[in-house]
């Protein structure tokens, strides 16, 4: 029995439109997986499928080798923090904390306490009367105090300035240090993550495109940059994953091995982002 969340030959039909098609993935082995696509890709849908809150059209999931379909032993393994408020519209935050409690014994609200007053968050508010930085961070606290075998976080940092932003990431990587659980982040902001990432998933059109560790996705991958000739020469016989020009400048994605920079042009490590853009491009150029 595989110790995961997998997703087995998932497809999603809404109306005559397939949201996921014929998915199957695996998240286990305590490590911070990068859920990324665009918006609409399916990420969204793959998670609410996975804690049964939507019904697959076709195919299954399991947990720890458990069906998570109306069994909460699998459900009580996983926590999602969604887009959407699940509690009562006259809840106030610190109820919701001792609510929460209720369906996950190892929930602390005492740390919760601490962590919004950290965040600046009224334990006294409305869940319904607060702004959308401040509903996200509510939500947040909700998934840094909950210790469950696997944190599933769907845009978290949605409406989120700066300063929390960087909070949240500082603190999700001390949970993870102090207790290793599987994470799968799931966003659209990749710049932010790339560096929390061990293994990306990427999707698109309902479909994964890719999934493999960052490490490997990444070898090989590097931006080329420099006069428009220069650069065309290097890179004729090579696999272009992208390319960008200004004036008689231009910068260009390469996949392959490459010992050192040539003469005139500047040779970086490809960031994941670019990468997972490059991606995009090929595949919409593809259809």
């Known amino acids: 029995m595989k110790m995961a969340i997998e997703m087995n030959a998932v497809s999603k039909k809404f109306d005559r439109v397939y949201a996921l098609d014929n998915v199957s993935v695996s998240f286990?082995?305590?490590?911070?997986?990068?859920?990324?696509?665009?918006?609409?890709?399916?990420?969204?849908?793959?998670?609410?499928?996975?804690?049964?809150?939507?019904?697959?059209?076709?195919?299954?999931?399991?947990?720890?080798?458990?069906?998570?379909?109306?069994?909460?032993?699998?459900?009580?393994?996983?926590?999602?923090?969604?887009?959407?408020?699940?509690?009562?519209?006259?809840?106030?935050?610190?109820?919701?904390?001792?609510?929460?409690?209720?369906?996950?014994?190892?929930?602390s609200i005492e740390r919760a306490m601490q962590l919004s007053e950290k965040f600046g968050l009224n334990t006294r508010?409305?869940?319904?009367?607060?702004?959308?930085?401040?509903?996200?961070?509510?939500?947040?606290?909700?998934?840094?105090?909950?210790d469950v075998?696997?944190?599933?976080?769907?845009?978290?940092?949605?409406?989120?300035?700066?300063?929390?932003?960087?909070?949240f990431y500082r603190l999700l990587m001390e949970k993870y240090a102090e207790k290793p659980c599987t994470i799968v982040l799931s966003t659209h902001l990749i710049s932010e993550v790339e560096n929390l990432v061990e293994r990306a998933v990427i999707i698109s059109g309902g479909r994964i495109i890719r999934d493999a560790p960052v490490e490997e996705l990444m070898r090989d991958c590097y931006s080329v940059t420099g006069t428009a000739a220069r650069v065309d020469e290097f890179t004729a016989d090579k696999t272009v994953l992208s390319e960008y020009s200004m004036g008689g400048i231009k910068s260009a994605g390469v996949q392959g091995h490459i010992d050192t920079a040539p003469e005139g042009l500047e040779l970086a490590p490809m960031k994941l982002q670019d990468y997972f853009i490059s991606l995009m491009e090929n595949e919409e150029a593809e259809r």
């Open 28 to 107: 286990g082995g305590n490590m911070i997986y990068g859920l990324l696509g665009n918006n609409g890709a399916g990420k969204s849908t793959a998670l609410n499928i996975i804690t049964n809150r939507l019904f697959a059209s076709s195919g299954t999931v399991t947990v720890d080798g458990e069906p998570v379909a109306n069994n909460d032993h699998a459900l009580g393994k996983m926590f999602l923090m969604g887009e959407n408020n699940m509690y009562p519209s006259d809840m106030r935050v610190k109820k919701a904390f001792e609510s929460t409690a209720l369906f996950y014994p190892k929930f």
């Open 149 to 167: 075998k696997y944190l599933l976080l769907d845009e978290p940092v949605l409406g989120l300035d700066a300063q929390h932003r960087d909070m």
């Open 125 to 146: 508010s409305k869940i319904t009367a607060l702004s959308t930085g401040y509903a996200s961070i509510f939500r947040l606290i909700l998934a840094l105090t909950a």
